[in-house]
């Protein structure tokens, strides 16, 4: 047989590998935990909120917050960030305007030396709520937009199941031709990384959380020490999930069906922006591995439609049949996450394309970490980030 035949057929074997023993990451069918039994009792809950520069999408998300139907006493924390666009003020105001739970927006002044930006806005917001005395805080970004029920039910599923931390990866914005192609495979390769059943289970074999929508309960920060302990981390919330789960914690994270992120993305730009700024650091900030990513995904998501085109234009049969069941594999378990975004299947087949852009992506955030830019958002640039830590 040629080398692209074995080429394919190395592929196949990986793809039937990830089918069936990759934690079934394809699946989309971890969904908040049904609630048991109503709480006797509704816990106290602080929703945090760090915002940096978010006048654009904070009309369409903070009301929501404001607007939550939950029975026991709850507060939103906004903490602006050094922002230059009147954030905390427009927050004031739609606080004003739509009532609700009561606000309190705070600004910490710019980061000490080792903290980034977002955690040390969370470490300002979570001193401020904990000193009221909540039993859970609601870690959420600012352009995430919660139905009314959403807290009740994050509550529900924590207390019902005697979970520490209640993760939900929001839907991301889904309008452009570039959010359609790029988005939904976000979120596929995220699985595909951290199987959310392998992290579910009562022995787990992964841990991570989605930062958009984080439900932590008061006293297990406290033991992990958070923020301090991940105050470095750009990939920060698998590092709260990491130090959560240290610290004996209990996780849970499953696909959103009612919290929704209002951040577009129309261009090319933004969404490379958005990967390439944390994808060296998921990597550790080592070369070695940049190489085996690079690699693995060139063999993986390359080789099929290479091997199909070539194999029939060179009558290469065995390269041609391999790669094309391959690649029929890929687009497959691609389609749950089409159906989840309400996006056509015929996206399905143009996965490769989508994962060679994610490849450059992954190949430019090490070559910006190796010129001294880093990971850079919102006119802030972290040089060295540190990785996030082992679990």
Same mark, same amino acid.
């Given at each position: 047989?040629?080398?692209?035949?074995?080429?394919?057929?190395v592929s196949?074997?990986?793809?039937?590998?990830?089918?069936l023993?990759?934690?079934?990451f394809?699946?989309?069918?971890?969904?908040?935990?049904?609630?048991?039994?109503?709480?006797?009792?509704w816990?106290?809950?602080?929703?945090v909120?760090?915002?940096?520069?978010?006048?654009?999408?904070?009309?369409?998300?903070?009301?929501?917050?404001?607007?939550?139907?939950?029975?026991?006493?709850?507060?939103?924390?906004?903490?602006?960030?050094?922002?230059?666009?009147g954030?905390?003020?427009?927050?004031?105001?739609l606080?004003?305007?739509?009532?609700?739970?009561p606000?309190t927006?705070?600004?910490?002044?710019?980061p000490?030396?080792?903290?980034?930006?977002?955690?040390?806005?969370?470490?300002?917001?979570m /001193?401020? &709520?904990? @000193?009221? #005395?909540?039993?859970? %805080?609601?870690?959420?970004? =600012?352009?995430? !937009?919660h139905? *009314?029920?959403?807290?009740?039910?994050?509550?529900?599923?924590a207390?019902?199941?005697?979970?520490?931390?209640?993760?939900?990866m929001?839907?991301?914005?889904?309008?452009?031709?570039?959010?359609?192609?790029?988005?939904?495979?976000?979120?596929y390769f995220?699985?595909?990384?951290y199987?959310?059943?392998?992290?579910?289970?009562?022995?787990?074999l /992964?841990? &991570?959380a @989605?930062? #958009?929508?984080v439900? %932590?309960?008061t006293?297990? =920060?406290?033991? !992990?020490?958070v *923020?301090e302990?991940?105050?470095q981390?750009?990939?920060?919330d698998?590092?709260?999930?990491?130090?959560?789960?240290?610290?004996?914690?209990?996780?849970w994270?499953?696909?959103?069906?009612?919290?929704?992120?209002?951040?577009?993305?129309?261009?090319?730009g933004?969404?490379w922006?958005?990967?390439?700024?944390?994808?060296?650091?998921?990597l550790r900030?080592?070369p070695?591995?940049?190489?085996?990513?690079?690699?693995?995904?060139?063999?993986?998501?390359?080789v099929?439609?290479?091997?199909?085109?070539?194999?029939?234009?060179?009558?290469d049969?065995?390269?041609?049949?391999?790669?094309?069941?391959?690649w029929a594999?890929?687009a497959?378990?691609?389609?749950?996450?089409?159906?989840?975004?309400?996006?056509?299947l015929?996206?399905?087949?143009l996965?490769?394309?989508?994962?060679?852009?994610?490849?450059?992506?992954?190949?430019?955030?090490?070559?910006?970490?190796?010129?001294?830019?880093?990971?850079?958002?919102?006119?802030?640039?972290?040089?060295?980030?540190?990785?996030?830590?082992?679990?």
């Open positions: 047989m040629s080398t692209l035949a074995w080429f394919s057929i196949l074997a990986a793809w039937l590998w990830l089918l023993g990759q934690g079934f394809w699946r989309t069918d971890q969904r908040l935990p049904p609630e048991r039994r109503a709480p006797e009792r816990p106290r809950v602080a929703v909120v760090p915002a940096r520069d978010e006048a654009e999408v904070l009309p369409m998300s903070l009301p929501s917050l404001l607007a939550q139907d939950y029975p026991g006493a709850a507060e939103v924390v906004l903490v602006d960030d050094g922002s230059t666009d954030t905390g003020k427009l927050a004031v105001e606080s004003g305007r739509y009532g609700g739970l606000l927006v705070v600004s910490p002044g710019e000490e030396p080792g903290w980034t930006g977002k955690l040390w806005a969370l470490r300002h917001g /001193a401020l &709520a904990r @000193a009221r #005395g909540p039993e859970f %805080l609601l870690l959420t970004d =600012a352009d995430i !937009a139905e *009314p029920d959403g807290l009740r039910r994050l509550v529900a599923a207390v019902g199941h005697d979970l520490d931390l209640v993760s939900q929001a839907r991301l914005r889904v309008a452009s031709f570039w959010e359609r192609l790029v988005v939904p495979a976000f979120v995220f699985a595909q990384l199987p959310f059943r392998w992290i579910n289970r009562a022995r787990p /992964a841990t &991570a @989605a930062g #958009g929508c439900l %932590l309960r006293e297990t =920060a406290v033991a !992990a020490d *923020p302990v991940i105050r981390a750009v990939i920060d698998v590092s709260l999930a990491r130090a959560v789960r240290r610290a004996g914690g209990r996780i994270l499953g696909l959103a069906e009612r919290v929704d992120s209002v951040r577009p993305y129309p261009g090319l933004e969404l922006r958005m990967v390439a700024r944390s994808a060296y650091a998921q900030h080592n070695l591995l940049l190489l085996g990513t690079v690699a693995g995904l060139a063999l993986v998501y390359l099929p439609p290479v091997a199909l085109v070539a194999g029939v234009w060179t009558g049969a065995p390269a041609a049949w391999a790669g094309g069941a391959a594999v890929m497959g378990t691609y389609v749950p996450m089409l159906r989840y975004y309400r996006q056509p015929l996206l399905a087949p996965l490769p394309f989508t994962a060679f852009l994610y490849l450059l992506m992954t190949v430019d955030s090490a070559l910006r970490h190796h010129r001294g830019r880093g990971a850079a958002w919102k006119g802030r640039t972290y040089a060295r980030p540190e990785a996030a830590p082992d679990r």
